[in-house]
């Protein structure tokens, strides 16, 4: 999953729009903090995804051994 799947069919247009966007908000300044919260978010939204994805396996591989039992 690349990084701009979660941000959908933006073209470099929109991407730069949404850019200057953020400089007039936040300023040049605070830009690195902001980027850094955003990664630290992907992140932790990647990691919390996984971790779901392996319970869910964790337990079909469960039900698929005591299926395989009775």
Do not use: Y
């Not at 978010?41 to 591989?61: G, L, N, P």
Request: net charge positive; charged share 30%; aromatic share 8%.
């Amino acid at each position: 999953m690349g990084a701009f799947a979660l941000i959908g069919n933006l073209g470099w247009g929109e991407l730069l729009i949404l850019l200057i966007i953020v400089l007039i908000i936040f300023g040049p300044r605070k830009l690195p903090e902001v980027a850094e919260a955003f990664g630290k978010s992907i992140r932790a939204f990647k990691k919390a995804a996984r971790d779901v994805q392996d319970e869910v396996k964790t337990e079909v591989d469960e039900k698929k051994n005591t299926d395989s039992k009775s």
